[in-house]
């Protein structure tokens, strides 16, 4: 019987746990995403003790830690007590302070509560759950990474973070030897409709509905930069940052203005570099250093021939966050580079560009599903296996990209094989309207029946 923390919150995983229980697999468990506090960390610290044997290692292992740091501070910075879009107000040396308090919280958690598995509900992405699985690893306790995929009702699973997109470590759950791909750029992703994305205006019609609807009124209100301003100045714990996010918004919407264009040519011969909104845990958990776009942006320009042109398109849903003065004028610094306005189709520009290129983004697999090659500048893709897909080094030839065909049927059969490696069900509850007529019963039995023979096959 298994002590397992799972890195998971909401009902989907209430029944799944209980199954675990009732079936005897699983004893004690622990489920929470949320960071330790300062009280909590407090607590363990008097009601538990690190054995002498183990405090040598412990504290090498925390060096390693620490003076890996970039990586893990974006992203205890990209999640603050302030807001997740928002530019943390904590000094650096706090942020550093926070991975000795997490580190010594989860190390002392696990040891304490004889935990031998610990389950992750999508990748870790948000610093302290990065720390939680680092932790683990370190005092060799087994790891389960589960993740979404974009396929219907399937999850990804692997038990090394450094297996994203290659998936060695996965199990084969399925015997499909081919699976549909329609060859064709654009995709139905239930995650985009309803105007996802889009700022809410004000109207007589919404203010007249305001008590009705909350998440309206946060739209309306996260829409303007003044009205969020007020409602930022008046509670207390936003009010010293509010200034400054209100002239991080209105800077990035001047610069924003100034450089993008909706004026381009569909028969030039450009390379469609979409940006990623930021933050977000594709930029940084699997972009690397790519976690600066505008470095991807600047070799890619290295690679191309002198006439050809860079078609970059802002994120719909980017924000002020890691839009800088100095972002934009690196990007002006860029030859032949446009800066296409959000509302550009993407659909057309991967159909008529060169080859498209990513950090990670989902349109690489739009591009190689329609034909046309991908470059990837950072790690973790999951369609990384798939063909079409190239990474980026120095030495390589832009031609080569658009000269090279993709066999649309062994690119169903290598999707097939990746298919085959995925688990069954809604493990991340934002995935639930993927689902027609969506049922928590069959949900929690498919998904307990994967993770069966996942871990106990």
Known sequence: MDNIWIHAKGDLWDPIIDKFKKDGYWGKVIMRTSKPSIDEYRKIKSSFKLPVHMRKAHEDFYETLIQNNYYLLDKLFRKTDWKTDSYNSSSFHELSWR???????YKMCLLKKK????????????????ILYETAKHCQIKTLILDQSKFPNKFFHFFNFDDYGVFETSKI???LKSYEVEKKVEKDWFYMKKNQGKISTLSLKKLLTLSKYQKRIHNIIEGNDYLRLLKELSIRRY???AFFRFYTERNYKK??????????SLTNEFIYFPLHTQPERATSIWGGIYLDQVLALERLAQIIPNEWFIYVKEAPKQKGAYRDRLFFERIKLIPNLLYLSKQSNTFELIKHSQFVATIVG???????SCGKNVLCFGWGRWYKTLPGVYEYQNNIIAHD??????????LQKKTADLINKCGTGIIYDTYIPSIPNFSMGENTKTVVESLKRILYS
């Open 362 to 368: 989902t349109v690489g697999w739009e591009a190689i």
């Open 173 to 175: 759950l399925g015997n």
């Open 99 to 105: 991975i000795r308090i997490y580190y010594e919280f």
């Open 255 to 264: 610069n924003l203005k100034q450089l993008s264009t909706a004026r381009y």
């Open 239 to 241: 009010r010293p940052q």
């Open 115 to 130: 935990i031998n598995l610990v389950i992750f509900m999508n990748t870790p992405h948000m610093g302290w759950d990065n």
């Open 401 to 410: 990209l658009v000269k090279k065909s993709i066999d649309h049927d062994l």
